[in-house]
């Protein structure tokens, strides 16, 4: 059967680390169209935020796709955080209890799916889901004024 492939941006942010942190997520693929999300999750700490991006990213799609559909679907993650993708890749181990707790979540959400892949891009390539952390924690950080 023909798998419909999904591309997920994804970014994670704290301002200080840890410090006030948000996430951003962009998902483009098949009949989804483009899709934009941003929430701010508390302090925490900048990788604890890229875990988290991705964690939500997997439950929204999902819930998009429908969770019978999902078999169906490729997602490939696209992280401007090479530590994460790395460890996400079984390249790098994983000696924070918090960050071994986030990884176990994303390997279970990933039976879910037909296939998922995580890869490194460069800061540059990933502008929107950097753009939307941004938003969110200026929109936090104005509601403290």
């Not at 997997?58 to 998009?64: D, R, T, W």
């Not at 176990?104 to 799916?113: K, Y």
Request: aromatic share 8%; with cysteine.
């Amino acid at each position: 059967m023909m798998k419909n492939k999904i591309i997920i941006h994804t970014d994670g942010g704290a301002r200080g680390n840890p410090g006030p942190a948000a996430i951003g997520v962009v998902i483009e693929g098949g009949s989804l169209g483009k899709k934009e999300y941003g929430e701010y999750i508390g302090e925490t700490t900048n990788n604890e935020a890229e875990y988290r991006a991705v964690i939500f990213a997997l439950k929204k799609l999902k819930l998009l796709v429908g969770s019978d559909k999902c078999r169906e679907s490729s997602v490939e993650f696209l992280l401007d955080s090479e530590l994460i993708v790395k460890q996400l890749n079984k390249e790098y181990k994983l000696k924070d209890k918090n960050i071994q707790n986030f990884f176990i979540e994303i390997w279970n959400l990933t039976f879910d799916f037909g296939g998922v892949s995580f890869h490194y891009i460069p800061r540059e390539e990933n502008r929107e889901a950097d753009r939307i952390v941004n938003q969110v924690l200026d929109r936090e950080m104005n509601k403290l004024l």
